[in-house]
């Protein structure tokens, strides 16, 4: 399974370029959409935001491997804190630090993963 990871930085970049490029428009698209998306148990869309910045974490470090992971660290923060206060602007939706930290922990955790599939 690791082998297969591992052939993932090997693909062309436009093929890592396109799915960071999807993961990131579907991450923004969920992120600014005007309604909270329905939950189904109580504090459900921390485990969305920790998936979806796992995923872009994960998308982002695969499409640019050259790039520090510093700083690919601090973009996908950024981007967190970035969607948080554009939904704090909204009127039916909220910022909340614990789904900054939902974020953060899921960037955490997608770059601890794929530093595991390209070591």
Not at 74 to 90: D, N, P, S
Request: some cysteine; charged content about 15%; hydrophobic content about 55%.
């Amino acid at each position: 399974m690791i082998m297969r990871l591992k052939r993932l930085v090997e693909l062309p970049f436009w093929c890592r370029g396109l799915a960071f490029a999807v993961v990131s428009l579907i991450l923004l698209t969920a992120g600014l959409r005007p309604q909270p998306i329905p939950e189904l148990f109580v504090q459900e869309d921390k485990l969305h935001h920790w998936v979806g910045f796992l995923v872009f974490a994960c998308s982002c470090r695969l499409a640019f491997p050259g790039v520090k992971l510093l700083w690919i660290a601090l973009g996908c923060l950024l981007t967190g804190v970035l969607i948080e206060g554009a939904q704090g602007l909204m009127p039916l939706r909220t910022a909340s630090p614990y789904d900054m930290l939902a974020n953060s922990l899921g960037v955490l955790t997608g770059l601890l993963i794929a530093w595991r599939w390209m070591r």
